[in-house]
């Protein structure tokens, strides 16, 4: 990769938790390639894929001229996507763009394979976290996700995150997060994420107050196509017993997406900055001009 971080797509999000998005969007940073390597990843094209191979870094002063960029759009906090690996140039670039001017949140978006003495680093400078808890056994995450540890290291790192910023999260007068956590869950099919060992560590660890977003989104991306328990969608059943054992365990602060959420998350960072094609900014793009 180089000495710097790959910038793959910089764009206005609305796609994250409502509270992150708001209502003029989440400046998004996707950095280029991933401390995982998910069959399923969403966003494969430049975690794993070609537009990744072909990229060039990013040096520290172009990264922070994008988030200057995005806080001049009206983006309500400036979001790393996958920045686990690229931690060193992206804080530097953010000390570049504090410098410059920039005010927003900082949003430190995450699959939680992250070290805590690394993150220890990050105290006082990420004002958001949001990680996601992707699976409750290491098997598991070795093969879907080629990750070594992951369970006890995940648990680790969220444990620290909410050491910084608490779980009572706070929030602007507009009703966008300024400061917490939100705990991400996605539904895999035949129950792979092991979502009941997940929570019962969230409510142990954290509380049943704790922000959590369960996610319905899952579609056979990638290299799920190949994969016969990754292979097909989520069945509407799956997610909504996932809801009802969430109701039970007693987590009261959850939120919860449409289960036909799948249809409308599918990036294509072919498109460069605008890899979401349902995005407020891309529809204003493709429409006539003078309309």
Known sequence: ???????????????????????????????????????YCQNHQISQGTRMRRASPSPPEAIAKEALRLQTLGCHNLNWVTPSHVTPWAVEAHSLAVAGGLRVPLVYNTSAY???????????????YLPDLR???????????????????????????ARQVGVDNEHAPDGTIRRGLIVRLLVLPNDLAGLRESLAFLRDALGTGVRLALMSQYFPAHRARTDPLLSRPLHHGEYHRAITLLERMGFDNALVQAPEASEFYRPDFERGDEPFADSPLARLAREPSGS
């Not at 764009?11 to 996707?30: D, I, K, N, Q």
């Not at 992250?114 to 958001?128: H, I, M, T, W």
């Not at 056994?137 to 969220?158: F, K, N, P």
Request: glycine content about 12%; charged content about 25%.
């Open 1 to 39: 990769m180089g000495p710097h971080a790959v910038l793959a797509a910089a764009t206005a999000h609305f796609g994250e938790e409502p509270e992150v998005s708001g209502t003029r969007g989440s400046g998004t940073l996707f950095f280029g390639a991933c401390n995982l390597r998910c069959r």
């Open 114 to 128: 992250d070290s805590v003495e690394a993150l220890r680093l990050l105290d006082g400078v990420v004002d958001v």
């Open 135 to 161: 699976y409750s056994d290491d098997d598991t995450a070795r093969r879907l996700s080629g990750a070594e540890g992951y369970v006890a290291a995940s648990r680790a790192a969220i444990v620290e995150m």
